[in-house]
C-alpha cells in the first residue's frame, strides 16, 4: 500500500481523464433538468400517506418496494422538499414538509413511532403506523435521530424566508421536534469522545461506540445546543478541533477519518456538509472536503485506471450493501451521486452519457451506481440517504448559497453559554469556569480554561458589538457584570 500511495503522490500533477467528450452547458443544463424531475418523482414516491419515508425504492418499475421507514430518510426529504420549493416545481413542498414532521412528533393519528425514553427513533419503523417491523433492525439510532431533526431545522429556516402561510406550523413543529431527542444522552459517559451506535428501549446507550471523526460529529453538534450539555462540552475538543483528528494521507491530500489505518467513505464528510452547519462553516474541515474528493479522484485514476469514474461511498452493491471508501470497495462500484456532491459536473456529465435514460427503466428515478467489475449490473435499489446527494449536487449548481443559508447556524466564537449571541453573559460562564473542568469557556479548544479563551470572547464581543467602547479587561469587567445585569433587568422590566 505504501509504494501505491507513493504512486498517488507522483501522479497527481499529471492526473488527467482520457476519453472525456466535449462538455457544453447545454448538455450539462439538459441532464441536470431530466435528473431533478426524477429526483422529485423519486423523493414523492418514498414519502408515505403516513408521513413517513421508506428508506429505499426499488429501480425497476414492475417491481415492488420493500423496505420500512426511516428518520434517516425523513431528514434528506425534508432537505429535498426545501430544495423543490426553491427550484419552484412543487407547489405543495410545505405541505409536505408538515405532512412528514406531524408523523414524527406523533400528531398524525394512528402513527407513532417507536421511540426510546430518550426520544431516539427506531432506525426501522412500519411505514402506515411507525411501530416495529418484524425481520429489521431494532436499534434505535442516534444518527437516524440526528439526521429528522436537522432536516427538520433546515425546512424551517428555508420556509422562514418564504412566503408560506405553514412557515410558522414548519418552526413550531421543528422546535418541538428538536426538544423531544436528548443527544447528549448519546455520548459515552467516560467523556472520551466516543458516541453511542444504538440507544436501549429503557433509556441510555449500549453496546458499539465511534469515536471522532465521522457522520456522527452531527449528535455532538446538536447536543451542543441543548439545556443540558454536559457531555457534548467535554468532547467538543475531541470532534470540532481538526487538529487533534484522526487523519489519513491519500497521495497528497490528508483526508478525515475515525481510524488512522484505513480510509474514510466520502458519505461522511458529505453528509456532514449538507446537514451540519459547524462543518459547513468551519474553514478546515471545508479543505478536508475537498481534500477527500481530490483523494478519491486520485485513486480512482491512479491505482482503479478509471478514465473518469470516481465516488467511493455507501450503497448497494453486487454482493449486498457496502461503504465503500479507498482499498475497501467490493464490486468497485463508483456513485455517481458522490460526485454531484463534490460539484464535479463535467464528470457528472460522462456518467449520464453512459445511463441514458431510455436505455434502461432502472434509471427511472436519477443515475445508479455502476459496478467495475459487473458492467451490466444495475442496482435493485437506491435509499434515500444514498441517493440524494445527487440531488443535493445537482440543486448546488443552480443555487451555491443554498444549503450553506439553510442549514442549522455554526457555534459562535466566545458564546460560551451556546445561545447564539457573544455578550457579556458569556464572560460569566469564562469567570466561573475559569480553571476548572467545565470547558463551556475552552474558547480555542486546548482543553482548558484560561486566559487565551478571555481572548477568544473579547475579540469575539469586539466584532459583534456595534459599540465602539473599549472591551473591560477581565478585572474590571467583574465589576461592570453587576450593574450590567440590573440594566438589563429593567430595560425588561420597561418593555
Known amino acids: 500500500m505504501r509504494t501505491l500511495l507513493k504512486l498517488l503522490t507522483c501522479l497527481v500533477a499529471t492526473l488527467h481523464f482520457c ?65 423543490f420549493d426553491q427550484l419552484g416545481t412543487l407547489p405543495n413542498a410545505d405541505q409536505r414538509v408538515v405532512q412528514i414532521l406531524n408523523a414524527h412528533v406523533g400528531n398524525t393519528p394512528g402513527v407513532n413511532p417507536v421511540r426510546s425514553p430518550d426520544g431516539h427513533f427506531l432506525h426501522f419503523i412500519d411505514i402506515v403506523n411507525g411501530s416495529d417491523p418484524p425481520g429489521w433492525d431494532d436499534s434505535y439510532s442516534p444518527i437516524s435521530s440526528a439526521l429528522v431533526v436537522a432536516g427538520a431545522q433546515f425546512a424551517s429556516n428555508h420556509f422562514a424566508g418564504t412566503s408560506s402561510p405553514l412557515a410558522g406550523q414548519i418552526a413550531a413543529l421543528a422546535d418541538q421536534l428538536t426538544a423531544s431527542v436528548d443527544f447528549d444522552a448519546a455520548i459515552h459517559p ?43 462540552v467535554a468532547v467538543r475538543r475531541q470532534w470540532f478541533n481538526t487538529d487533534l483528528l484522526p487523519r489519513r494521507g491519500l497521495g497528497p491530500y490528508q483526508t478525515l477519518t475515525d481510524n488512522p489505518n484505513a480510509y474514510a467513505s466520502a458519505f461522511w464528510t458529505q453528509q456532514a456538509q449538507f446537514f451540519n452547519g459547524d462543518f459547513r462553516h468551519d474553514d478546515d474541515f471545508q479543505t478536508f472536503l475537498e481534500n477527500h474528493k481530490l483523494g478519491d479522484e ?26 465503500d471508501r479507498p482499498f ?4 468497485t462500484v463508483f456513485s455517481p451521486s458522490a460526485v454531484a456532491a463534490w460539484g464535479d459536473l ?26 467495475d467489475e459487473q458492467p451490466t449490473w444495475i442496482p435493485n435499489d437506491a435509499g434515500l440517504v444514498d441517493h440524494l446527494f445527487l440531488l443535493f449536487g445537482l440543486v448546488e449548481s443552480l443555487h451555491p448559497d ?6 442549522f447556524a455554526p457555534l459562535v466564537a466566545g458564546d460560551y453559554n451556546f445561545d447564539g449571541e ?18 463551556s469557556a475552552d474558547g480555542d479548544l486546548d482543553g482548558d480554561v484560561d486566559q487565551q479563551d478571555y481572548a477568544v470572547w473579547a475579540a469575539a464581543l469586539s ?16 465589576l461592570l457584570l453587576p450593574a450590567w445585569l440590573l440594566f438589563s433587568a429593567r430595560r425588561q422590566r420597561c418593555r
Open 19 to 83: 476519453g472525456a467528450v466535449p462538455v457544453t452547458a447545454q448538455t450539462i443544463a439538459s441532464m441536470r433538468a431530466d435528473q431533478l424531475a426524477r429526483l422529485q418523482t423519486y423523493v414523492l414516491d418514498a414519502i408515505q400517506p403516513s408521513g413517513l419515508v421508506r428508506d429505499s425504492l426499488v429501480l425497476s418499475p414492475s417491481g415492488t418496494n420493500f423496505h420500512p421507514a426511516t428518520p434517516d430518510a425523513a431528514g434528506f426529504a425534508l432537505l429535498s422538499l426545501a430544495a
Open 190 to 232: 467516560s467523556l472520551d469522545g466516543r458516541v453511542y451506535l444504538d440507544m436501549t428501549a429503557a433509556g441510555g446507550g449500549a453496546g458499539g461506540t465511534l469515536r471522532p471523526w465521522n457522520e456522527y460529529q452531527l449528535v455532538v453538534s446538536l447536543a451542543l445546543r441543548q439545556q443540558n450539555n454536559d457531555r457534548a
Open 298 to 323: 486520485l485513486y480512482s485514476s491512479a491505482v482503479l485506471n478509471q478514465a473518469y469514474r470516481y465516488g467511493l461511498t455507501a450503497g448497494v452493491n453486487p454482493s449486498g450493501y457496502h461503504a
Open 328 to 331: 475497501n470497495h467490493p464490486d
Open 346 to 371: 463535467d464528470t457528472l456529465l460522462q456518467f449520464y452519457l453512459d445511463q441514458l435514460p431510455a436505455t434502461n427503466p432502472r434509471y427511472r428515478y436519477g443515475l445508479a451506481r455502476v459496478s
Open 402 to 407: 443554498f444549503f450553506a443559508d439553510r442549514v
Open 422 to 439: 457573544v455578550d457579556l453573559a458569556d464572560y460569566t460562564v469564562w469567570r466561573d469556569t475559569l480553571g476548572g473542568a467545565d470547558l
Open 463 to 478: 466584532a459583534a458589538s456595534a459599540s465602539a467602547l473599549a472591551i473591560p479587561e477581565p478585572a474590571s469587567l467583574a
